[in-house]
C-alpha cells in the first residue's frame, strides 16, 4: 500500500473520520502563518485520539532543534517544509522524518538528491513565491514524472484533489500522495465527502499496483 496522507487537520473528530476512511498519515501544522495552524497541545491531543489507526505527521518550516525534538515527543513523524539542510535532518530518525521541497525546475533535483541518497522519505510540492505549501497549486506533471523516476521514495503534492488523483497517480506513479487545501471547505476543514473520494481513489491505484507489481 502507497502512502496516503491528509494535511492541515485542526480537530480531533475529522482526524479521526479521515482516518477511518483509510488515510495512512494525516498532517497537522504548526506554523504560525498557516491557517491550518495548531499549537503542540493541540497536536498532542489529535496524535493521541489517531494511535493504531493513522500516522500522526507535524509539519513545520524551518524549526529550532527543539522543536524538532518536542514534536517528535508527540508524533511519529515530522514534515520540514521549509530550507532545512540534511546535517539537520540527520539529527533525528530517518523513518521519522519526510523532508518537503517546492519544485520549480530541474535543478531542484540537485537538492533532492543529498536527502534521497541517505534514504529520506521526500515530498514534493509546487512553488509559490513566499508560500510554504498549501497554496493549491499543480506542480509541473513531467518534473514531478522525472523525479520520481529518479528517487525511490517520492510523495506527491501540491494542488491534488479527489477529481485528479486517480490521473496524476497513473501519470506520475509516486510512492504516495499527499492533497491539503484541494479538499477543504475552509482552510483546516476538511469536505468530508471530497476526502472520501481522494482516498478511495488512491487505495484503488495503490491496491491494484501492488497487484500487478
Known amino acids: 500500500m502507497g502512502l496516503i496522507k491528509v494535511c492541515g487537520l485542526t480537530t480531533p473528530m475529522q482526524a479521526e473520520k479521515v482516518a477511518s476512511l483509510g488515510a495512512t498519515h494525516i498532517g497537522m501544522v504548526h506554523f ?6 495548531l499549537t503542540l497541545g493541540e497536536i498532542g491531543k489529535i496524535a493521541g485520539r489517531l494511535k493504531g489507526k493513522a500516522v500522526p ?3 513545520v518550516v524551518n524549526p529550532e532543534y527543539t522543536l524538532v525534538e518536542e514534536l517528535l515527543n ?4 515530522v514534515q520540514l517544509h521549509g530550507d532545512e539542510t540534511v546535517e539537520f535532518a540527520e539529527s533525528f530518525p530517518r523513518d521519522r522524518i519526510i523532508k518537503a521541497f517546492r519544485v520549480k525546475d530541474e535543478r531542484d533535483i540537485k537538492r533532492i538528491e543529498p536527502f534521497a541518497e541517505r534514504g529520506y522519505t521526500v515530498l514534493i510540492d509546487a512553488f509559490v513565491e513566499g508560500v510554504y ?4 497549486r499543480r506542480i509541473d506533471t513531467a518534473l514531478a514524472q522525472k523525479i520520481v523516476k529518479t528517487f525511490p521514495k517520492v510523495i ?3 494542488g491534488l484533489n479527489h477529481q485528479n488523483v ?5 501519470e506520475v506513479k509516486p510512492y504516495g500522495v499527499d492533497a491539503s487545501s484541494g479538499l477543504e ?3 483546516g476543514v476538511k469536505d468530508l465527502k471530497k476526502t472520501e473520494i481522494f482516498i478511495k481513489k488512491a487505495r484503488e491505484f495503490y491496491e491494484s499496483d501492488n ?3
Open 133 to 136: 505549501g498549501g497554496s493549491g
Open 185 to 187: 471547505v475552509k482552510p
Open 57 to 59: 505527521v507535524a509539519v
Open 166 to 170: 486517480g490521473e496524476l497517480l497513473e
Open 74 to 77: 508527540l508524533v511519529e513523524v
Open 211 to 213: 497487484k500487478t507489481a
Open 156 to 158: 506527491l503534492s501540491g
Open 32 to 37: 504560525p502563518k498557516s491557517p491550518r495552524h
